[in-house]
């Protein structure tokens, strides 16, 4: 090569500049991402009650079955109750969430009360999350960071406070 010419064959060598986002970019990218999450949660509390309502929580006699109607899904006895003859914490909690998709409160109660709770924050979970999400932002959450997380946390924590609690009380008194 002639040393007057320049070197044509030279390649810039920094790496290449990420895209920056502006932010009404980023809030808008963010936003699409929540509404995808908040529809898709809509999605999947549909299908559990979908399931609900296609499990038959009776006997063939048409009595209220209290518990094992997950079997009708595939699932497998509980191991728990099977090795020891008593029912675990969430024992009866898919025939309690069938029993109540199938309108038969009392029943649902019965089989195991803390499903029916379940059953009830997660109807109202699906309508939040199908409003929410065709409104794009989350309803009735505080601006607060960090509000949401704990919402979610105190509702699950006194939920498996709740079943932990009303199976200490079924071991203890029968």
């Known amino acids: 090569m002639h040393p007057e010419q320049p070197d044509t064959n030279t390649r810039d060598e920094r790496p290449p500049r990420a895209k920056v986002?502006?932010?009404?970019?980023?809030?808008?990218?963010?936003?699409?991402?929540?509404?995808?999450?908040?529809l898709s949660l809509a999605a999947a509390?549909?299908?559990?009650?979908?399931?609900?309502?296609?499990?038959?929580?009776?006997?063939?006699d048409g009595a209220p079955r209290t518990m094992s109607t997950h079997t009708q899904l595939g699932m497998p006895?509980?191991?728990?109750?099977?090795?020891?003859?008593?029912?675990?914490?969430?024992?009866?909690?898919?025939?309690?969430?069938?029993?109540?998709?199938?309108?038969?409160?009392?029943?649902?109660?019965r089989a195991n009360w803390v499903g029916t709770t379940i059953c009830v924050i997660w109807a109202?979970?699906?309508?939040?999350?199908?409003?929410?999400?065709l409104r794009g932002q989350?309803?009735?959450?505080?601006k607060r960071r960090g509000a949401g997380e704990l919402i979610f946390t105190c509702v699950t924590g006194a939920v498996v406070f709740l079943?932990?609690?009303?199976?200490?009380?079924?071991?203890?008194w029968g």
């Open 77 to 109: 006895p509980c191991n728990f109750a099977v090795l020891t003859g008593k029912p675990c914490p969430s024992c009866g909690m898919t025939t309690s969430f069938a029993l109540l998709v199938h309108g038969d409160v009392s029943a649902s109660l």
């Open 45 to 60: 509390l549909t299908a559990v009650f979908a399931a609900a309502a296609y499990i038959h929580p009776y006997d063939e």
């Open 138 to 142: 989350p309803l009735f959450v505080p």
């Open 21 to 38: 986002l502006r932010p009404a970019e980023d809030a808008a990218r963010l936003k699409r991402v929540v509404r995808a999450a908040l």
């Open 163 to 172: 079943m932990l609690a009303r199976w200490g009380v079924l071991l203890i």
């Open 124 to 133: 109202l979970t699906l309508v939040w999350a199908l409003a929410s999400g």
